[in-house]
């Protein structure tokens, strides 16, 4: 009687791969890979954001530290260097200088060329406070207007 584990079981079990079956076996494997769709596209980046920066907000509570800094130590110039820097930035993360806030940093801008005795740099700065703090939506949409056409 045989058993399973005896010598007389089939020599198909322990033989080596036949040269045959192995090219079958590489044409199988390169039918297989011609068969088989490409691999998937990475997707698109994102698009970018709209508007400024996010970190343009971070960005303008520090020129606002920095200049309320400046004005507590009395350091006019660097509180006019900081006003200036914090206007444009205000302008820039609005969009528009027809903002509250705009005209609330050219008032305290004038008030700091006032300080340096720049008269005519300070007048100029409150009538631009002025201009901007009475603007409508009008005005700013005329304004968003006009840079659309000029972009």
């Known amino acids: 009687s045989s058993s399973p584990s005896s010598s007389s079981s089939p020599s198909f079990f322990y033989s080596s791969p036949s040269s045959s079956s192995a090219a079958a076996a590489a044409a199988y494997a390169a039918a297989r890979a011609r068969s088989q769709p490409p691999p998937p596209s990475p997707p698109p980046p994102p698009p970018p954001i709209p508007g400024p920066s996010p970190l343009l907000t971070w960005r303008i509570r520090g020129i606002e530290l920095a200049l309320?800094?400046?004005?507590?130590?009395?350091?006019?110039?660097?509180?006019?260097?900081?006003?200036?820097?914090?206007?444009?930035?205000?302008?820039?993360?609005?969009?528009?200088?027809?903002?509250?806030?705009?005209?609330?940093?050219?008032?305290?801008?004038?008030?700091?060329?006032?300080?340096?005795?720049?008269?005519?740099?300070?007048?100029?700065?409150?009538?631009?406070?002025?201009?901007?703090?009475?603007?409508?939506?009008?005005?700013?949409?005329?304004?968003?207007?006009?840079?659309?056409?000029?972009?």
């Open 68 to 151: 309320n800094a400046a004005m507590l130590t009395a350091d006019w110039t660097a509180a006019a260097n900081h006003g200036a820097a914090l206007v444009a930035g205000r302008e820039a993360a609005y969009g528009t200088r027809y903002h509250p806030r705009v005209g609330l940093d050219l008032v305290t801008l004038g008030s700091v060329l006032i300080e340096l005795d720049k008269s005519q740099t300070a007048k100029a700065a409150m009538q631009n406070a002025s201009v901007t703090l009475t603007a409508d939506a009008r005005d700013a949409a005329h304004e968003a207007a006009a840079a659309a056409a000029a972009a």
